[in-house]
């Protein structure tokens, strides 16, 4: 390393749906210097969501370039750079790393059709070996290849971001290109249990050659290329680290890195997140996937909610008043004065799909609703309905893994600013909810899994501990769990017999 080792500075790169994040931090974890930049995204009509690959990468430069611009002069030097970002979706890259597909994450619904066909087929082997209720890279890639042969006949590999970010800031070919570990899952084309390719269902798809390494998070997978160290500003040379997916990166930064830890991320897609020590199927409910933890060595039991917060935000955009400037914080403290159970009214708050277990037609609803009824019943109602969503996981997870002692379930992400949606979580599930005083967990997280591959930072989990503290707690009250638990149960019922309701 040039600079001394305290002098250090690692730089870690989130390539989120909607925003793109630097964030320049020392071995101490205090962050240095930070950038967001908004993505552009093309969605002509209802169904496609498409991100050019190019577009991205730009983007991320000119995100990592002003971080870098930030810095105080003789503070230190950038030893490391790491990506953290979306966990499922495929891009496809010819032999220049052009990108032929664009990015398609889950919002780009179009290749639905062709998982409910796998799922059909494979449903056994993508939850068993696979590990995931909703693979998005296996339909995804069938898709392409049906709808789109001529662009198909280009690619060479598919990819997610981080390893499409890697490659380009490398210089590396696209024969060498990465995938790291904890991303595998929500391809449909892996084995958990082993952290491989799958390779029968990969040659059944005729994939197996265009699918990248698969490396651990912390392994150096390249050397920042001359051409692009001058654009950023850095020095050629520079390690680039695999990093983790989001939600992992999230759970290293957290501190949530020992069995039966657990983090719910209450954002745009909710995320909950169980460490546990070995992958065991919720062949019975679907109720979880099945992820690798940052180590390569223990597993995570992971359910996400697709669009909780986009439907909350969609809620005030639609149905708040003009004058409720404050959003968010006027409808908790309205909601906060509604009884549990919201006198009678129950909501199933899935409007963007359920991905475990997976239905991607499934809609909202509200029932039970009358005249008496108000905006903050309904608010309270979805509150209480991912809530219900997110109890039915632990439950799950309680009974597959009887042997972890029930800890407290730390909450991040824009929700954990919520105080009644904290309690009621408490109140549902039976645990308490502790928030906590960092908000750039995935970041973080991502620069420690920088360290580690560096050789500076021997265990993640001692790091990370050191560097974060709980700020409040809420306890559940026996009472309102009691109540609750007749209510989960009704809920869980009205959800599964949606499930065939959309289908036209």
Not at 48 to 77: D, N, W, Y
Request: net charge negative.
């Amino acid at each position: 390393m040039g600079a001394s080792l305290e002098k250090t500075l690692l730089l870690a790169v989130d390539l989120g749906t909607s925003f793109i994040k630097s964030g320049i931090y020392d071995i101490s974890g205090n962050c240095i210097a930070c950038e967001v930049k908004k993505t552009a995204s093309l969605q002509p009509e209802t169904g496609i969501f498409v991100q050019k690959g190019e577009a991205l990468f730009e983007t991320a430069l000119t995100c990592m370039s002003e971080a870098v611009r930030k810095v105080p002069e003789g503070l230190g030097r950038v030893e490391a750079i790491s990506f953290t970002g979306q966990m499922a979706g495929v891009m496809g890259i010819d032999r220049e790393w052009k990108d032929v597909t664009g990015w398609s994450c889950s919002l780009d619904t179009r290749y639905v059709p062709y998982a409910r066909k796998q799922l059909e087929k494979y449903g056994s082997d993508f939850l068993a070996i696979g590990g995931t209720n909703a693979p998005l890279m296996a339909p995804k890639i069938e898709w392409f290849q049906n709808v789109f042969p001529v662009e198909s006949g280009k690619i060479v590999k598919y990819l997610m971001l981080n390893g499409y970010c890697l490659g380009r800031l490398g210089g590396v070919r696209p024969e060498e290109a990465v995938i790291d570990v904890s991303m595998i899952t929500w391809s449909g084309l892996a084995d958990v249990n082993t952290g491989n390719w799958a390779s029968d269902i990969c040659r059944e798809l005729e994939v197996e050659e265009k699918l990248p390494k698969i490396v651990t998070s912390t392994q150096v997978c390249g050397f920042l290329e001359k051409n692009m160290a001058k654009i950023l500003g850095l020095t050629a040379g520079i390690p680039l680290i695999a990093g983790a997916g989001d939600k992992i990166a999230g759970c290293v930064g957290a501190s949530v890195t020992e069995t039966g830890d657990m983090i719910f991320e209450a954002a745009s897609y909710g995320g909950f997140s169980c460490i546990v020590n070995d992958y065991r199927p919720d062949t019975n409910s679907g109720n979880y996937d099945g992820l690798i933890m940052a180590d390569g060595c223990k597993r995570v039991a992971h359910k996400y909610i697709p669009g909780s917060g986009i439907t909350l935000k969609w809620f005030l955009d639609n149905f708040t008043n003009p004058e409720d400037i404050s959003g968010f914080q006027a409808m908790d403290e309205k909601a906060g004065k509604v009884s549990p159970g919201c006198d009678g009214l129950m909501a199933v708050g899935l409007l963007g799909g359920s991905a475990m277990p997976f239905n991607g037609d499934m809609k909202g609803m509200w029932i039970g609703h009358d005249w008496t009824h108000r905006k903050e019943h309904f608010y309270r109602a979805l509150l209480e309905s991912f809530s219900f969503e997110l109890a039915l996981t632990i439950d799950s997870i309680e009974r597959n893994y009887p042997e972890y002692q029930k800890k407290a379930c730390k909450l991040i992400g824009g929700g954990a600013r919520s105080e009644l949606w904290a309690q009621i979580l408490a109140d549902v599930t039976g645990r308490t909810f502790q928030t906590v005083d960092r908000e750039d967990n995935a970041l973080w997280g991502t620069a420690i899994l920088a360290g580690k591959g560096l050789g500076i930072f021997e265990k993640e989990d001692k790091i990370a501990a050191r560097c974060i503290q709980t700020k409040k707690e809420f306890r559940p009250d026996e009472e309102r769990f009691l109540f609750y638990q007749p209510l989960k149960e009704r809920y869980r019922v009205l959800r599964n017999k949606m499930y065939n309701m959309f289908l036209l």
